[in-house]
C-alpha cells in the first residue's frame, strides 16, 4: 500500500521507512521541506492546526503519524502546553480530518506511555489502565488519541494506537544517550542498591510493531502497549550497557533512601526518580492479537546502540 509517514527523518520513522520498503509499501514522506531519500517527498511545512495536507494525501492508502513535538526537560515556550497542543493535538485532528476525508484506510498513530502516566507505578500498566498524564506533553497526546477516536467513529476510518515507552537504539537522544556516555566513562555508579523494574523498547522493535499494526485487520480500533520483553532495573541495565560497551560495569549500592535525599538537595529529584522509578507496561494484546513478537532482544539492541556511540564519538 502507499503509506504517508510524517517524522521519516526523526528517531524511530529512520527505522521504520526501510523497514517498509521491504514490506513491499511504498513511502511517501511528509516533510517540513523538500528532502531527498528513500521515499516520495511530500513537503508540508511545519505541522499545526493549518497545514494543508492536500497534495500529500493525494492516493495515500494509509498514514503513520510519528511527527511531534517531542517532551523536552528545559521547555523555554511561555506556554508549553499550548504549544504542544499546537502540534500533537491539532496538528494531528487536521491530519486526520484531511485523511478521512481523502479516503484514507488505516491512521497509525505514534502516541506514547506519557498520554497514561507520567511518574513510577508498582503496578504494570494495561489496557484498563485509566490515562492520568500530567505533562503538558502527555496531555497533548492523550489529547489526540481520543479526538482520533472521535473521527474514527464518525468517519469510518481506521485508526490504531502504539503507546511506547522509553526508546533506545542507535540515533537515540535524552536519558538513554546520557545513561550510555555516563556506562562508557567507567566511573562508579551509585546504583547498585536501586532495584526497580522499567520496560523498554528498542527502536527497531517499534518500527516492528508500528508495521504489525499499519498491516494487521485485527487492529483497527485498538491501542496497544509495547515493550521489548521482560522489564530491568536500571542497575540491570548498566550492566548490560556496559557489556555491549565492552566496559565493567562499576556499581555501588549506595541506600535508595540516601540517594532520594542527595537528589531532592541537589534539585535532582526529577533524574533520580527517571532511573529509581519502576514503569512497566503488559504487552499482551498485541502479542496475542496481532501475533507480534520484538525481532531483537535487550542485548542484541544494546549491542546495536553501543556500536553506534562508539561510531559517533570517532
Do not use: C
Not at 556516555?181 to 523494574?197: C, D, F, Q, S, Y
Request: a positive charge.
Amino acid at each position: 500500500m502507499r503509506v504517508l509517514l510524517t517524522g521519516a527523518t526523526g528517531f524511530v520513522g529512520r527505522h521504520t521507512v526501510p523497514l517498509l520498503a521491504t514490506r513491499g509499501h511504498e513511502v511517501r514522506a511528509a516533510l517540513r521541506s523538500p528532502k531527498n531519500g528513500p521515499w516520495e517527498p511530500a513537503p508540508v511545512g511545519d505541522i499545526g492546526p493549518e497545514t494543508d495536507w492536500t497534495a500529500a494525501l493525494t492516493g495515500v492508502d494509509a498514514v503513520i503519524h510519528m511527527a511531534a513535538r517531542v517532551h523536552v526537560m528545559r521547555d523555554t515556550a511561555v506556554d508549553p502546553l499550548a504549544e504542544f497542543r499546537r502540534v500533537n493535538t491539532a496538528g494531528t485532528i487536521r491530519l486526520a480530518e484531511q485523511a478521512a476525508a481523502a479516503g484514507v484506510r488505516r491512521f497509525v498513530f505514534l502516541s506514547s506511555i506519557k498520554a497514561m502516566v507520567d511518574e513510577s507505578r508498582l503496578t504494570p500498566l494495561d489496557e484498563a489502565t485509566a490515562p492520568d498524564p500530567h505533562s503538558p506533553y502527555g496531555i497533548s497526546k492523550l489529547e489526540a488519541e481520543r479526538a482520533l477516536a472521535a473521527i474514527s467513529a464518525r468517519t469510518g476510518m481506521e485508526v490504531a494506537v502504539i503507546r511506547p515507552p522509553l526508546v533506545y537504539g542507535p540515533g537515540a537522544a535524552g536519558n538513554m544517550r546520557a545513561l550510555v556516555k555516563l556506562v562508557a566513562t567507567g566511573l562508579p555508579l551509585p546504583l547498585g542498591g536501586i532495584h526497580n523494574r522499567r520496560s523498554l523498547i528498542y527502536v527497531g522493535n517499534l518500527a516492528d510493531a508500528v508495521v504489525t499494526v499499519l498491516e494487521h485487520p485485527d487492529a483497527a480500533g485498538q491501542t496497544f502497549l509495547v515493550q521489548d520483553g521482560e522489564p530491568v532495573s536500571t542497575a540491570g541495565l548498566v550492566r548490560a550497557i556496559a557489556a555491549a560497551l565492552g566496559r565493567p560495569a562499576r556499581l555501588v549500592p549506595v541506600p535508595r533512601g540516601l540517594m532520594a535525599l542527595g537528589a531532592a538537595l541537589t534539585g535532582t529529584r526529577a533524574v533520580f526518580d527517571r532511573l529509581a522509578g519502576t514503569l512497566t507496561v503488559d504487552d499482551g494484546p498485541i502479542r496475542e492479537r496481532l501475533g507480534w513478537r520484538p525481532p531483537h532482544d535487550l542485548a542484541s539492541g544494546l549491542r546495536a546502540t553501543a556500536e553506534w556511540f562508539k561510531a559517533s564519538r570517532g
